[in-house]
C-alpha cells in the first residue's frame, strides 16, 4: 500500500476540491477551442478557393483570347501567304499581351509552323511540351500545360487551343506565358498579411507563390503538403496542416482549378490561428495553478510543525547521500533523534569507502584515456587512407593531406618532394588561417636551411631519420640552427615533427607539423601518428607521380599511333601513285599487242597485284584497329557477295589453272552489310586458300542456310586441300603478322593480314569466322557465319540498256603525274572515248572553260588548288555542275573518301584502280545523269 506523508494528504484534499471545477471549465475551454479552429479552417478554405478562381479566371481569359484567334482566317494554312499573315496576325496579338513570351503554332506532329519569337537566340523547332499538345489533340478542347524550361532557360506554361477546320484538329495555337503572370494574380488577391499562396502545375512544380516568388518557383511541394495532396485524392479542395518549405507550420487550404489540372495551396501561419487559443489556456492554468498553490500553501502552513523535523533527518540523509559529514542535532523526538545517531554513524564509514573508491576510479581514468587515445589514432589513420585513395592528382591530394593535418595533428603542414633531378620542390605550405599561410610561404620561398641543420628538410631526406621536440625541451630553440631559430621565433612555434616521406624504399621528399597559435605540445604519441600519416602520405603521392607517369606513357603512345597512322597513309599513297601507271601501262600493252612479252606481262601484273593488295592490308588493318571502319551497310544477297569475290580474286585463282568449285543455293540469301567489306572478306578467305593450295588439288565455295535455332545463319565455308594449319598454330592464325612456315623463297608472300582483316571485319557485321584443320599437309575449313536478314537486296545501279551501244564520253584526265594521266588517258582512247589530259587544276579550269566534258578523272594532291577544291568550284558553276567527277587518288583511308565525296566528287578510287570498274562507273553515272538530268 502506497504511503503519503501527512504534508502530502492535506495537498491532496486541497486540490480535490478544486479538481472538478477545474474539469468543466477545461471542457468548455475545449468546446470554444474546437469552435474557433472549424471558424479558421473555413475561412482559410474560402480564401484558397478565392484565389484558385481568380487564376482559373485569368487561364480562361488566355484561352479565350487564342480561341478568338484559332477561329481567323489565316490560321489553319501551313505554308505561303496564309501563314505569313497568321504569323503578323499572331504577332500583332502577342505585342497585346504583355505576360505572353511567344505565340505558337506548331502542326500535330509537333512541328513548329511558326514561332514569333523566331528572331531569338535558341529559338524552337519543336514544341517543349509533348503532353498537353497531345491533350489537345486527343480531346479536341484547350489545355493548360505543366511550366518547363525553354531553350534559354526560362521557365514559362503553354496554354493551347486547337485550330479545328471542318470539324478536324489539323493545327495548335499556343501561347507561352510567364509564370509572372499568375504572380501578378496573386499579387492582386486579398489575402491577409502573412499567408502565403502558391499555385502548382499538374507535375507539382510551383508556378507562382505570393512571398519568394521568384526564389521557389519551379520547386515541388514540402513533404508534409505532398502527404496532404495523397489523403485529399480527387476531392476538388481540402485542409489540414503541413510544413511549408521555410520550415514554417501552417493551417494549409487546398483548391483545384476548374480550366486545368493545377491546384492553388494557401498556408496561414498556425502560431497565428492557435495564438488566441493559447491565451485562453495560458488563463485557464493560471487561475488553476495558483488556485492550487493557495491549497498547498495553506496545507503546507498547517503541516509544517509537524513536518520540520522530519525535513531536518531528510538533509542528513542527503548530505549522507554527497559524501558530507552529518553531525546530529536533538528534535525533542526520540525516534527522529536515534535515526540522526545513526546517519552519522553511516557518514564516517562511507568517507572512508570513497578513499578507498576513488584511488581505484583514477587508476581506470588513465587506463581509459590511453584506450581512447590510440583509438582516435586509428580512427585518424582509417580516415587518412580513406582520404588519400580517392583522388591521382598531385593538388588534390596535396589538399586532402593538409585537411587531414591541420587543424586536427597542428597548426601548420608543410611538404618538400624530390624532383626527376632529386631537387627539393615546395609543393604544400598551409595553414588554417590562409593570411598566415602566404606570409610563411613567402618567408620559405627566400630562405633555406644548411643540409646538415637537424630539423631542416635536406637534413630529414638524407638521414631518413625525424626530428620531433617542443620548444620548452631542454636546451631548445638554442640548439637549432640560426636561421631555422629565427624562424621558430618570428612566427611563434612552440612544437614540431619534421619526418621523411619514404615510399617503395626510397625518400621522396619531408613533411613538417608545427604547433603555433594553439600551444599544443607534440608528445611521442602524437609523434608516432604524425610518422604514420607520413607514411600514408608518401605512399599516395607516389601512387599519384606513378599515374602521371603512366599518362606520360599513355600520351607518347597515342602520339606514335597517330604518326604511325599518317606514316601509313602517306605510305600508301606514295606507293599507289607509281603502282596506277604501270598497271594502266601493262593493260595498254596487252590491248595494242596481245602477243608482246606475255611471260614478263604476266610477272608485272601479278607482282603489282601482289604490292596492291599488301598496301591495302596495311591500311585496312590500322583502320580496324583504330576502330575507324565505316561501314555503308545494305541488304544484300550473299550469293552476289561470292561472284564479286570470285571476280576481285580471279587472277590469284586463275594462276592455279583450277577454278573453284562453287555450290549456291537456288534461293536468295539475304544478309545486311557491306557490300565491299562482305567482299573483301570472302576474297581474303579465296586469296588465302589459292596462296596455300598447290595447282591440281580442289577448292570448293559451299553456300548454305540453317534456320534451326532461334538466330537463323548463312554459312560459308571454303574448303582447300592445301598445306593445312600445324595445330600449335590453329589458336594464333587469325592474328596480325601470323603465317605458317614457307619455303624460303615465300612463293606464297603477303604480310600475314589477310585472315585478320577478315575476321574484324566479320565481327563488324554482327558474325563470327572459325577455322579447321586436321594438321600439315590435310587441307583446311574456313567457316564464315553471318544472321540472315528479311529484307530483300537493294536494286542495283542504273545500266545501259541492253543491246544499246555504249555512249561515247568526252573526259578530262587532271593529274600531275604525266606517266599515270598519260597512261589512263590512252586506255580510254582506246576503248573509244574522247580523252583530255591535264597536268594541273588551273590548266583542268581553263580547258574546261573552252570545251565541255561528260565526266572528269581526278587526282587529289595536286600542286596549288588540290583536287577538293577543283570539285568544289566545278560543282559550283552551272556549266560543269552536273558533269560525272571521279576521284583517283592514292590516298585510300576512309576519311579520304568521306573528304572527296564532300567536296562534290560522284565516286573514289583508289590507285591504282581496275580501269574496267573505273570505267564502267564512269558510264553509270553518265547514264544517271541522262535518266534524270535535273537530279
Known amino acids: 500500500m502506497r504511503i503519503i506523508t501527512m504534508q502530502g494528504r492535506l495537498m ?63 490560321l489553319g494554312t501551313s505554308s505561303g501567304a496564309g501563314l505569313s499573315q497568321a504569323v503578323r496576325l499572331a504577332t500583332a496579338v502577342r505585342r497585346s499581351h504583355p505576360e505572353w513570351m511567344a505565340l505558337l503554332l506548331a502542326a500535330p506532329d509537333g512541328r513548329l509552323l511558326f514561332n514569333t519569337e523566331s528572331a531569338a537566340a535558341g529559338a524552337l523547332e519543336r514544341v ?258 580513406a582520404v588519400l585513395s580517392q583522388s591521382l592528382e598531385e593538388d588534390a591530394t596535396l589538399r586532402a593531406i593538409a585537411a587531414l593535418i591541420v587543424p586536427a595533428v597542428g597548426d601548420l603542414c608543410r611538404i618538400d618532394l624530390l624532383d626527376e633531378h632529386g631537387v627539393l620542390q615546395r609543393k604544400l605550405t598551409h595553414h588554417f588561417d590562409p593570411a598566415r599561410t602566404a606570409t610563411i610561404a613567402a618567408l620559405v620561398e627566400t630562405r633555406a636551411a644548411p643540409a646538415d641543420a637537424p630539423g631542416s628538410f635536406p637534413w630529414a631526406v638524407a638521414t631518413g631519420r625525424t626530428f620531433l621536440h617542443n620548444l620548452d625541451d631542454e636546451g631548445m630553440p638554442d640548439a637549432l640552427d640560426p636561421q631555422l631559430r629565427e624562424f621558430v621565433l618570428a612566427f611563434g612555434i612552440t612544437a614540431g615533427c619534421i619526418v ?102 604476266q610477272i608485272i601484273e601479278r607482282q603489282v597485284r601482289h604490292l596492291s593488295r599488301m598496301v591495302d592490308d596495311l591500311l585496312d588493318v590500322s583502320r580496324i584497329v583504330s576502330g575507324k571502319v565505316v561501314l555503308r551497310a545494305e541488304a544484300l544477297d550473299l550469293r552476289d557477295v561470292v561472284a564479286r569475290a570470285l571476280e576481285l580474286t580471279l587472277p590469284a585463282l586463275q594462276q592455279r589453272g583450277d577454278m573453284p568449285d562453287v555450290t549456291l543455293p537456288a534461293d536468295p540469301v539475304p544478309v545486311q552489310g557491306d557490300p565491299l567489306r562482305l567482299a573483301q572478306v570472302v576474297g581474303n578467305l579465296l586469296n588465302n586458300a589459292a596462296k596455300f593450295t598447290e595447282p591440281g588439288k580442289a577448292i570448293r565455295v559451299v553456300l548454305t542456310v540453317h534456320t534451326a535455332g532461334p538466330h537463323p545463319l548463312a554459312v560459308l565455308q571454303v574448303i582447300d586441300e592445301g598445306i593445312g594449319i600445324a595445330p600449335e598454330l590453329l589458336p594464333r592464325v587469325f592474328e596480325r603478322f601470323v603465317q605458317g612456315e614457307q619455303p624460303l623463297q615465300r612463293a606464297a608472300g603477303g604480310l600475314g593480314l589477310g585472315l585478320a582483316i577478315a575476321q574484324s571485319l566479320t565481327h563488324l557485321h554482327g558474325g563470327a569466322i572459325t577455322v579447321r584443320s586436321e594438321g600439315t599437309g590435310r587441307g583446311s575449313t574456313f567457316e564464315l557465319r553471318l544472321p540472315l536478314h528479311v529484307a530483300s537486296p537493294a536494286p542495283a545501279e542504273p545500266s545501259l540498256v541492253l543491246g544499246q551501244a555504249p555512249r561515247v564520253l568526252s573526259v578530262l584526265v587532271v593529274d600531275d603525274n604525266q606517266d599515270a594521266a598519260d597512261s589512263l588517258a590512252s586506255w580510254l582512247e582506246l576503248e573509244g572515248h574522247a580523252v583530255r589530259v591535264a597536268y594541273s587544276a588551273e590548266a583542268a579550269l581553263e580547258a574546261l572553260l573552252q570545251q565541255a566534258s561528260d565526266a572528269a578523272i581526278v587526282d587529289i594532291g595536286l600542286p596549288g588548288l588540290s583536287g577538293h577544291e577543283l570539285a568544289s568550284r566545278l560543282r559550283a558553276q552551272p556549266r560543269t555542275a552536273h558533269m560525272a567527277l571521279i576521284a583517283l587518288t592514292g590516298y585510300g583511308r576512309e576519311a579520304d573518301r568521306s573528304k572527296a565525296l564532300a567536296a562534290g566528287f560522284d565516286d573514289h578510287f583508289a590507285k591504282p584502280a581496275q580501269v574496267e570498274i573505273l570505267l564502267a562507273r564512269l558510264r553509270a553515272l553518265d547514264a544517271l545523269r541522262h535518266v534524270t538530268p535535273d537530279a
Open 12 to 74: 491532496l484534499i486541497a486540490s480535490m476540491a478544486i479538481l472538478p471545477l477545474a474539469i468543466v471549465c477545461g471542457m468548455a475551454l475545449h468546446a470554444l477551442a474546437e469552435s474557433q479552429q472549424a471558424q479558421h479552417r473555413a475561412t482559410t478554405l474560402g480564401v484558397a478557393r478565392a484565389v484558385a478562381t481568380a487564376v482559373d479566371s485569368e487561364l480562361r481569359l488566355t484561352i479565350a483570347a487564342l480561341g478568338a484567334l484559332a477561329l481567323t482566317e489565316p
Open 128 to 385: 517543349v511540351d509533348d503532353d498537353s499538345l497531345a491533350q489537345v489533340l486527343r480531346t479536341g478542347q484547350p489545355a493548360v500545360g505543366a511550366m518547363v524550361p525553354g531553350p534559354r532557360g526560362r521557365l514559362a506554361f503553354a496554354v493551347r487551343v486547337p485550330v479545328v477546320r471542318d470539324g478536324l484538329t489539323i493545327q495548335v495555337l499556343t501561347a507561352v506565358v510567364r509564370p509572372e503572370a499568375i504572380t501578378a494574380v496573386l499579387g492582386r488577391q486579398r489575402v491577409p498579411e502573412g499567408w502565403s499562396v502558391s499555385v502548382f502545375d499538374s507535375r507539382e512544380r510551383r508556378v507562382a507563390r505570393n512571398i519568394d516568388d521568384a526564389r521557389l518557383r519551379g520547386s515541388g511541394p514540402s513533404d508534409t503538403l505532398r502527404r496532404l495532396l495523397t489523403e485529399m485524392g480527387d476531392a476538388p479542395d481540402a485542409v489540414g496542416v503541413s510544413t511549408n518549405l521555410d520550415g514554417v507550420r501552417s493551417q494549409t487550404a487546398v483548391a483545384r482549378l476548374e480550366s486545368a489540372p493545377w491546384f492553388v495551396v494557401l498556408g496561414a501561419s498556425a502560431d497565428l490561428a492557435e495564438s488566441p487559443l493559447r491565451r485562453t489556456y495560458l488563463a485557464y492554468l493560471g487561475g488553476l495553478l495558483v488556485s492550487l498553490a493557495y491549497g498547498a500553501l495553506a496545507a503546507w502552513w498547517i503541516s509544517r510543525g509537524v513536518t520540520r523535523p522530519m525535513a531536518r533527518l531528510r538533509q542528513q540523509a542527503d548530505a549522507l547521500g554527497r559524501g558530507e559529514p552529518v553531525a546530529a542535532e536533538p528534535s525533542r523526538v526520540p525516534e527522529v533523534d536515534a535515526v540522526a545517531d545513526a546517519l552519522a554513524a553511516a557518514s564516517l564509514q562511507r568517507r572512508r569507502s570513497e578513499a578507498e573508491r576513488q584511488q581505484l576510479l583514477e587508476a581506470e581514468r588513465a587506463a581509459s584515456t590511453a584506450a581512447q587515445a590510440a583509438q582516435q589514432r586509428l580512427a585518424q589513420l582509417v580516415s587518412a587512407g
Open 500 to 601: 621523411p616521406l619514404i615510399a617503395r624504399g626510397r625518400t621522396i621528399g619531408a613533411m613538417a607539423v608545427l604547433q603555433a597559435e594553439s600551444g599544443r605540445r607534440i608528445t611521442a604519441d602524437d609523434g608516432a601518428l604524425i610518422n604514420d600519416l607520413a607514411q600514408r602520405a608518401a605512399l599516395a603521392l607516389d601512387n599519384v607521380r606513378l599515374f602521371a607517369q603512366a599518362r606520360a606513357a599513355q600520351k607518347q603512345a597515342e602520339d606514335a599511333n597517330q604518326a604511325k597512322d599518317e606514316f601509313l597513309a602517306m605510305l600508301g599513297h606514295e606507293l599507289r601513285n607509281p603502282l596506277a601507271p604501270i598497271a594502266l601501262a601493262l593493260q595498254l600493252v596487252q590491248r595494242r599487242d596481245p602477243q608482246a612479252f606475255p611471260r614478263e606481262r
